[in-house]
């Protein structure tokens, strides 16, 4: 199972970006995906996920400015961020649910600042 994770930088508050996750090693559209995220000195917390059937959901935190999507035949999961603020700074990761691997991939730094 691999995992690549790839689109952060830096944005100013108020801004977007699109994350991507490349997934390989395992039957992308069977499963579930998610993507999670990791404030400095905070723990991982998953905040949106999309059901191999399609379906969505989403934390409070995120919803109503984030969307989770799939491609199928990429084998990816992208995550479009807008009206970002500093709290969304953190590095984000996706992984399969269930979790098919204990690694994660490497995530990409996400630092919203002006």
């Known amino acids: 199972v691999q995992l690549v994770e790839s689109g952060g930088g830096l944005v100013q508050p108020g801004g977007s970006l699109k994350l991507s996750c490349a997934a390989s090693?395992?039957?992308?559209?069977?499963?579930?995906m998610a993507w999670y995220r990791q404030p400095p000195g905070k723990s991982r917390a998953r905040i949106a996920h999309?059901?191999?059937?399609?379906?969505?959901d989403y934390s409070d935190s995120v919803m109503g400015r984030f969307t989770i999507s799939r491609d199928n035949e990429a084998n990816t999961v992208d995550l479009q961020m807008n009206m970002l603020n500093t709290e969304d700074s953190a590095v984000y990761y996706c992984?399969?649910?269930?979790?098919?691997?204990?690694?994660w991939g490497q995530g990409t730094q996400v630092t919203v600042s002006s």
């Open positions: 992984n399969s649910i269930p979790q098919l691997s204990t690694d």
């Open positions: 090693g395992f039957m992308f559209s069977d499963y579930d």
């Open positions: 999309i059901r191999a059937s399609g379906l969505k």
